[in-house]
């Protein structure tokens, strides 16, 4: 009967949305950079006489329907010059917008959208982050990276310095939907957490949604971050290159054929391995004779997209991504015994990596009828590989290997369908299809003794699913002050021999107080067939993706949202929102449980439950002149519950963070020099660490024969009270940067400099009990400390 209701609410929506009255003509296209030819998503669309207007959408594309008359068109985006045109509109138009970059991006900030947008928009929740203002922020070794600005905007933090993930709304790191021009991200992170996989000079957009999820989002619990890659520049070849600390990246893009085919190649490459060389080698030589080490750890990321114009109704893109953390250690000894050379040998890799890649066709069936089809491919792997060989003489008496490998690889397609019949409706609708093979941990055993080999595998199978949805959503200005995007997704998941489905109704709305001010309020839910199983607080990628069976069952939330928008004037804004969300089938492991061991199946070490989280998001924001930034700030509760676990009583989750503030700043000084800053603080951790100590048992007598005395002991036992009862110490901190421009004739010249935790704040990365002065106290390990940067 639900089902029943949920096809009637989207047949009405059709119905009501084709209703196309006389005398209205479409204007349709799509917009660009005037300079580069690349496609502006999330511009605005406005018609200043009849107030209609849209955005266009992930593709660049707009259609605009409106009455036969005088039409007074302004286009507009954030850091371009916006457009303006008045003509007579008697017929169908079709036209293409380029708009000129001609504003300094220094003095512009991250905005949800434009002002105006903030308010008008059903879409509450979600932030659009231009890249220029990303590079801007001071950051860690000076390398811009998309996820720590993330981290920067109410409702989303960190883990903890050296912990990869972040966290929206008391979700987990496997909650959020990473798309990489639409393909699926499993893991984001180098260097253990401390930079993304997103190179900077590749990515033309970034999007994150935090709540009131439109339907044609799905398959995680808690956020979307939507990230668009360049598609290379149609009117000139243009490059860009950059070395810092710990980093050196290129960037080169041009057209084929100019204004029809164009292409971008992007790499970078840390050279950690190479500043670590001269330490290594100092450690070798002091093993003495016959002795030698090797040791080293770098990544890499290579993005390239191709990008053709077939028409003005079609358009085909190819994009690859690939990238690897390779981490090394090798030892060898020469020696002789007994009259004959020995030879030790010991190889240790451990790597994980990522390969993308998306073919997508963009095609215009009508005026008012857009479409989207992409085929995907991705690969996630985690390799960790070791290897002991003695030789003597000419022989090899022993080699013994051990390699561990997991991963998760997908292929499949999307077909998207964007029909805007009238202005009062914008309907999307389309689906999805995923082929998912699961390695859930596989242990491979080799040895070669005297000519004698045996080989054994032990671990989980290779796990096949099929995954697909399908969604319709129609965005509907009912009125000038009432809008509603009403929308339905629908997904199953198919894997041995079992079948699973999921009806979400997705709901946002907005009602218009005065012109600086409107209400919002949304309702999703949101179903998650995937699982990720984390073994490793150091950021290691020694995480497990697994899927729903018949013992493990898929992840539920359901997220309420209510917020206010205001603009104070063109400059300031605030946004005001409070969530309620639920998670059902949170999955944990057990007390003790490892996915190194390896007597059972890895559904016989976990424990499911549910969460809960709450909490307030504020957001004020200066947009523009030369000193701009943001205030966020955040309140919340999040919770965990699990019937073996703590009694099966709620406890807090382990980055339950009661307040979280963030404090960003940019001033520029002049055309040539500009500075950022950036604090942070947010409520310490929550750990679980014993409160007390007792003795068990009868006490013994110890002889310390060196000091010549005998001490009394007791066996003691440490009492817990309760999971994740301890708070470690705040995190908070400051950055700054600044950069140093210059134009010369091949074009600009940049320095930057900056100052990570400026003030050497000791920040716990964790906590352990020690001694001082033959007490028992509570100590803690901190990761970094004021750390310079540069980059040219």
Same mark, same amino acid.
């Given at each position: 009967?639900?089902?029943?209701?949920?096809?009637?609410?989207?047949?009405?929506?059709?119905?009501?949305?084709?209703?196309?009255?006389?005398?209205?003509?479409?204007?349709?296209?799509?917009?660009?950079?005037?300079?580069?030819?690349?496609?502006?998503?999330?511009?605005?669309?406005?018609?200043?006489?009849?107030?209609?207007?849209?955005?266009?959408?992930?593709?660049?594309?707009?259609?605009?329907?409106?009455?036969?008359?005088?039409?007074?068109?302004?286009?507009?985006?954030?850091?371009?010059?916006?457009?303006?045109?008045?003509?007579?509109?008697?017929?169908?138009?079709?036209?293409?917008?380029?708009?000129?970059?001609?504003?300094?991006?220094?003095?512009?900030?991250?905005?949800?959208?434009?002002?105006?947008?903030?308010?008008?928009?059903?879409?509450?929740?979600?932030?659009?982050?231009?890249?220029?203002?990303?590079?801007?922020?001071?950051?860690?070794?000076?390398?811009?990276?998309?996820?720590?600005?993330?981290?920067?905007?109410?409702?989303?933090?960190?883990?903890?310095?050296?912990?990869?993930?972040?966290?929206?709304?008391?979700?987990?790191?496997?909650?959020?939907?990473?798309?990489?021009?639409?393909?699926?991200?499993?893991?984001?992170?180098?260097?253990?957490?401390?930079?993304?996989?997103?190179?900077?000079?590749?990515?033309?957009?970034?999007?994150?949604?935090?709540?009131?999820?439109?339907?044609?989002?799905?398959?995680?619990?808690?956020?979307?971050?939507?990230?668009?890659?360049?598609?290379?520049?149609?009117?000139?070849?243009?490059?860009?290159?950059?070395?810092?600390?710990?980093?050196?990246?290129?960037?080169?893009?041009?057209?084929?054929?100019?204004?029809?085919?164009?292409?971008?190649?992007?790499?970078?490459?840390?050279?950690?391995?190479?500043?670590?060389?001269?330490?290594?080698?100092?450690?070798?030589?002091?093993?003495?004779?016959?002795?030698?080490?090797?040791?080293?750890?770098?990544?890499?990321?290579?993005?390239?997209?191709?990008?053709?114009?077939?028409?003005?109704?079609?358009?085909?893109?190819?994009?690859?991504?690939?990238?690897?953390?390779?981490?090394?250690?090798?030892?060898?000894?020469?020696?002789?015994?007994?009259?004959?050379?020995?030879?030790?040998?010991?190889?240790?890799?451990?790597?994980?990596?990522?390969?993308?890649?998306?073919?997508?066709?963009?095609?215009?069936?009508?005026?008012?009828?857009?479409?989207?089809?992409?085929?995907?491919?991705?690969?996630?792997?985690?390799?960790?590989?070791?290897?002991?060989?003695?030789?003597?003489?000419?022989?090899?008496?022993?080699?013994?290997?051990?390699?561990?490998?997991?991963?998760?690889?997908?292929?499949?397609?999307?077909?998207?369908?964007?029909?805007?019949?009238?202005?009062?409706?914008?309907?999307?609708?389309?689906?999805?299809?995923?082929?998912?093979?699961?390695?859930?941990?596989?242990?491979?055993?080799?040895?070669?003794?005297?000519?004698?080999?045996?080989?054994?595998?032990?671990?989980?199978?290779?796990?096949?699913?099929?995954?697909?949805?399908?969604?319709?959503?129609?965005?509907?200005?009912?009125?000038?002050?009432?809008?509603?995007?009403?929308?339905?997704?629908?997904?199953?998941?198919?894997?041995?021999?079992?079948?699973?489905?999921?009806?979400?109704?997705?709901?946002?709305?907005?009602?218009?107080?005065?012109?600086?001010?409107?209400?919002?309020?949304?309702?999703?839910?949101?179903?998650?067939?995937?699982?990720?199983?984390?073994?490793?607080?150091?950021?290691?990628?020694?995480?497990?993706?697994?899927?729903?069976?018949?013992?493990?069952?898929?992840?539920?939330?359901?997220?309420?949202?209510?917020?206010?928008? &205001?603009?104070? $004037?063109?400059?300031? %804004?605030? =946004?005001?929102?409070?969530? *309620? +969300?639920?998670?059902? #089938?949170?999955?944990?492991?057990?007390?003790?449980?490892?996915?190194?061991?390896?007597?059972?199946?890895?559904?016989?070490?976990?424990?499911?439950?549910?969460?809960?989280?709450?909490?307030?998001?504020?957001?004020?924001?200066?947009?523009?002149?030369?000193?701009?930034?943001?205030?966020?700030?955040?309140?919340?509760?999040?919770?965990?519950?699990?019937?073996?676990?703590?009694?099966?009583?709620?406890?807090? &989750?382990?980055? $339950?963070?009661?307040? %979280?503030? =963030?404090?960003?700043?940019? *001033? +520029?000084?002049?055309? #040539?020099?500009?500075?950022?800053?950036?604090?942070?603080?947010?409520?310490?951790?929550?750990?679980?660490?014993?409160?007390?100590?007792?003795?068990?048992?009868?006490?013994?007598?110890?002889?310390?024969?060196?000091?010549?005395?005998?001490?009394?002991?007791?066996?003691?036992?440490?009492?817990?009270?309760?999971?994740?009862?301890?708070?470690?110490?705040?995190?908070?901190?400051?950055?700054?940067?600044?950069?140093?421009?210059?134009?010369?004739?091949?074009?600009?010249?940049?320095?930057?400099?900056?100052?990570?935790?400026?003030?050497?704040?000791?920040?716990?990365?964790?906590?352990?009990?020690?001694?001082?002065?033959?007490?028992?106290?509570?100590?803690?390990?901190?990761?970094?400390?004021?750390?310079?940067?540069?980059?040219?």
């Amino acid at each position: 009967m639900l089902r029943q209701k949920y096809l009637l609410v989207i047949s009405i929506m059709l119905l009501m949305a084709g209703t196309i009255y006389a005398q209205k003509y479409t204007i349709s296209g799509y917009v660009q950079d005037l300079r580069s030819g690349e496609r502006i998503i999330s511009a605005s669309v406005y018609d200043l006489k009849t107030k209609q207007g849209t955005i266009t959408n992930e593709y660049g594309f707009f259609s605009l329907t409106l009455p036969s008359d005088t039409v007074e068109l302004s286009i507009s985006f954030v850091g371009y010059a916006a457009f303006s045109s008045t003509f007579y509109l008697d017929s169908d138009i079709s036209m293409n917008i380029e708009l000129d970059p001609t504003i300094q991006l220094a003095e512009v900030t991250i905005t949800d959208k434009k002002s105006d947008d903030l308010v008008k928009s059903t879409q509450m929740s979600m932030i659009d982050m231009p890249i220029h203002q990303i590079k801007a922020l001071p950051v860690m070794f000076g390398e811009a990276d998309v996820l720590k600005t993330l981290q920067l905007m109410p409702g989303v933090q960190s883990g903890s310095e050296g912990t990869s993930g972040i966290y929206v709304r008391g979700g987990g790191p496997d909650q959020n939907l990473i798309l990489l021009d639409g393909v699926p991200v499993y893991n984001a992170s180098h260097l253990f957490g401390f930079f993304s996989v997103f190179n900077t000079d590749a990515i033309s957009s970034v999007k994150l949604i935090k709540g009131g999820f439109p339907a044609r989002y799905g398959g995680r619990l808690s956020s979307v971050i939507d990230i668009r890659m360049k598609e290379g520049n149609m009117k000139e070849f243009h490059g860009e290159g950059s070395i810092g600390n710990v980093a050196a990246k290129f960037t080169f893009e041009g057209p084929i054929i100019k204004d029809k085919t164009s292409f971008i190649v992007s790499g970078r490459r840390t050279y950690i391995d190479v500043l670590a060389a001269p330490i290594v080698a100092a450690v070798s030589n002091s093993y003495g004779d016959g002795e030698k080490l090797r040791a080293g750890y770098y990544f890499y990321d290579t993005n390239v997209k191709l990008n053709h114009k077939f028409s003005e109704k079609d358009r085909v893109y190819a994009s690859f991504y690939t990238g690897l953390d390779k981490a090394y250690v090798r030892t060898s000894e020469n020696y002789v015994w007994d009259d004959t050379t020995n030879y030790d040998k010991s190889i240790f890799d451990l790597h994980w990596g990522n390969i993308k890649s998306a073919l997508r066709w963009n095609h215009i069936f009508t005026n008012k009828l857009f479409a989207n089809v992409t085929g995907v491919y991705s690969n996630y792997s985690f390799i960790t590989a070791e290897q002991f060989v003695y030789e003597r003489g000419e022989n090899i008496v022993s080699d013994i290997s051990f390699n561990y490998n997991s991963g998760i690889e997908n292929i499949g397609g999307t077909i998207d369908f964007d029909y805007r019949p009238i202005p009062a409706h914008s309907i999307k609708f389309g689906g999805n299809y995923l082929y998912h093979t699961f390695e859930p941990g596989v242990f491979t055993f080799s040895v070669n003794e005297e000519g004698q080999t045996m080989t054994q595998n032990i671990g989980n199978n290779d796990i096949y699913a099929n995954e697909f949805y399908a969604y319709a959503e129609d965005n509907w200005n009912i009125n000038g002050i009432f809008k509603v995007n009403l929308g339905i997704h629908y997904s199953g998941f198919a894997v041995q021999d079992r079948y699973y489905d999921s009806f979400q109704p997705r709901v946002s709305m907005r009602a218009i107080i005065n012109e600086r001010m409107s209400i919002k309020a949304a309702y999703s839910e949101m179903n998650q067939y995937i699982h990720l199983l984390t073994n490793s607080t150091i950021g290691l990628p020694t995480d497990l993706w697994l899927p729903s069976t018949d013992s493990v069952l898929p992840e539920y939330s359901r997220q309420a949202a209510l917020g206010i928008a &205001y603009n104070i $004037d063109d400059n300031w %804004d605030v =946004s005001l929102e409070g969530y *309620y +969300k639920t998670m059902d #089938n949170l999955i944990e492991y057990k007390e003790g449980a490892s996915f190194f061991q390896l007597s059972t199946g890895w559904e016989s070490k976990i424990e499911m439950g549910r969460g809960y989280s709450y909490g307030a998001e504020l957001l004020v924001r200066k947009n523009y002149g030369k000193l701009s930034g943001w205030i966020g700030y955040t309140l919340s509760w999040s919770w965990r519950q699990f019937d073996n676990i703590d009694f099966g009583e709620p406890f807090p &989750y382990k980055y $339950d963070r009661r307040h %979280d503030i =963030s404090i960003v700043a940019l *001033y +520029k000084l002049n055309e #040539n020099v500009d500075f950022g800053l950036t604090w942070v603080y947010g409520t310490g951790n929550a750990v679980t660490l014993a409160v007390a100590r007792y003795a068990s048992g009868f006490p013994y007598e110890y002889y310390d024969y060196y000091d010549d005395y005998y001490s009394s002991f007791a066996d003691e036992v440490e009492f817990y009270n309760g999971r994740n009862s301890y708070r470690m110490p705040a995190y908070h901190r400051i950055d700054l940067s600044a950069n140093l421009h210059k134009e010369k004739k091949w074009g600009t010249r940049t320095w930057s400099f900056g100052l990570y935790n400026a003030y050497s704040r000791q920040n716990p990365f964790y906590l352990y009990f020690g001694y001082q002065n033959n007490t028992r106290v509570l100590k803690q390990v901190s990761l970094f400390p004021i750390i310079p940067s540069v980059r040219y």
